[in-house]
């Protein structure tokens, strides 16, 4: 069984999947750490972020831990996971996201994977997955998303609401919910809300 959690930035994706799969004891992946790793890895290396030559020789032992507790990314034996999350990736993730090349990388990575999972991203029901089962898409006004991402970065919270509006902008493409998805507004819910209405859905 695969279950897909699709949503726009900061919408609870990473945390309500860790919580559905703790739930029902499998793992969760979370494809948007991938694009942070080649994000980080390309910026560290002084590569032009949107020249996929320059990016993909640096991926060659890049590989994700999909623990149920919380994803960890390696470069070989180097932990990337606490870089993953700063201002700066943020800033560039969009942009090797758009190439081709880095999402074939990135699906093949996940497609790789053993069922039962829990998958989340922007496409896991409409590209990775599209035949999973289950398949669930967050959302949640650019205000709320800002006040919940601003408990974990330094920047207030117009300045996160206006870089979490470019990034969904710049994601677009990607990003339509999954026709046979479920919609979630997680606004008005708690987030053990959003996981328990998952897991009703599921049963
Ligand atoms: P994403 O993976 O979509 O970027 P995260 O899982 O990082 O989102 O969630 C962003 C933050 O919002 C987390 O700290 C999470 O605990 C918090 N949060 C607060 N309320 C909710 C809710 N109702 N649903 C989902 N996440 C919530
Ligand atoms: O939740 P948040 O948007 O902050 O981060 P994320 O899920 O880690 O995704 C980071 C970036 O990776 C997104 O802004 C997209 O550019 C890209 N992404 C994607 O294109 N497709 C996915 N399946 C997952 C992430």
């Not at 180097?78 to 090349?101: C, I, K, N």
Request: aromatic fraction near 4%.
């Amino acid at each position: 069984m695969i279950v897909t959690i699709d949503g726009v930035a900061a919408s609870g994706k990473s945390s309500v999947s860790s919580g559905v799969a703790q739930a029902l004891g499998v793992p969760y992946v979370s494809s948007g750490l991938l694009y942070r790793a080649v994000t980080l890895l390309g910026l560290n290396a002084g590569a032009d972020l949107a020249d996929p030559s320059a990016l993909l020789p640096l991926l060659s032992a890049v590989r994700l831990e999909p623990l149920a507790s919380g994803n960890r990314v390696w470069n070989a034996d180097h932990d990337l996971t606490a870089d993953l999350h700063s201002t700066r990736v943020d800033g560039g993730v969009s942009t090797v996201a758009a190439l081709p090349e880095i999402r074939e990388w990135v699906d093949a990575q996940l497609r790789a994977l053993p069922a039962p999972l829990v998958a989340e991203g922007r496409d896991m029901g409409t590209n990775v997955f599209p035949h999973a089962p289950h398949k669930f898409y967050l959302t949640a006004s650019p205000r709320v998303r800002a006040e919940r991402r601003a408990r974990e970065r330094p920047e207030d919270i117009p300045a996160i609401e206006a870089a979490l509006t470019e990034r969904d902008r710049q994601d677009t493409t990607q990003s339509a919910p999954a026709p046979d998805a479920r919609i979630i507004d997680t606004g008005p819910l708690t987030l053990q809300g959003v996981i328990d209405t998952i897991l009703n859905d599921l049963r």
